[in-house]
């Protein structure tokens, strides 16, 4: 190997060192700006978290790219108390995107496959006074909080609607669109999510 390669070689070793300690130190920051943040955390490339100070997360936390959690204390003109509490074992692949004014509770042992949209709010209220504005403008407005209790398999593509319980060791199909409470121990797929099956 000629000398310009080696020092190629070595610049670019150094470089990717160089991303890996940044990456860490990112990391180490937001931990330290979450209520509360159990070990083993981890993030892999981009994220974006708003107020971090109303997140709660636990033990041996892994997301893939493109984490999206967003607690909202203020739009507009409006105030809220978000609450996120995430438990030990949660496991994100890439392009979650978590939406908070009332509360979130995803339990212990879950794991959540790309691009699932899990949210307890909406811009407004659906009638004709509401139509009078923009979506943009529209007050937010939550139908109640989601719970994603223990032991829980939310498949690719998965939307959560606001005001839904997925009960424990449940398994939410790819694709579907969560509107109503799903029971332990079932298998719900579809659009609105429907119940396929109950393990017995």
């Not at 959540?112 to 979506?135: F, M, Q, R």
């Not at 319980?165 to 332990?184: E, F, H, L, M, W």
Request: glycine letters at 6%; hydrophobic letters at 40%.
């Amino acid at each position: 190997m000629t000398l310009k390669a080696k020092m190629k070689n070595a610049i670019l070793f150094a470089f990717e060192k160089l991303v890996i300690w940044y990456q860490q130190m990112k990391i180490h920051k937001l931990k330290n700006e979450f209520k509360t943040c159990g070990t083993d955390f981890n993030i892999e490339g981009s994220w974006i978290v708003k107020n971090p100070k109303y997140i709660n997360i636990g033990k041996n936390f892994n997301s893939l790219y493109n984490l999206r959690i967003e607690a909202w204390d203020t739009y507009q003109n409006q105030k809220f108390t978000p609450i996120i509490n995430i438990g030990n074992n949660v496991c994100m692949n890439t392009d979650v995107h978590i939406g908070c004014i009332n509360e979130i509770r995803i339990g212990n042992n879950v794991l959540i496959a790309s691009k699932v949209y899990i949210s307890d709010h909406s811009h407004g209220e659906i009638s004709l006074a509401a139509l009078a504005l923009p979506p943009i403008q529209r007050p937010l407005i939550s139908k109640g909080r989601v719970v994603i209790e223990d032991n829980v398999w939310i498949g690719e593509n998965v939307s959560v609607m606001p005001g839904v319980t997925i009960g424990r060791n449940s398994i939410i199909g790819a694709n579907s669109v969560v509107t109503k409470n799903i029971p332990p121990n079932a298998v719900a797929a579809g659009v609105p999510a429907k119940i396929i099956n109950v393990l017995q």
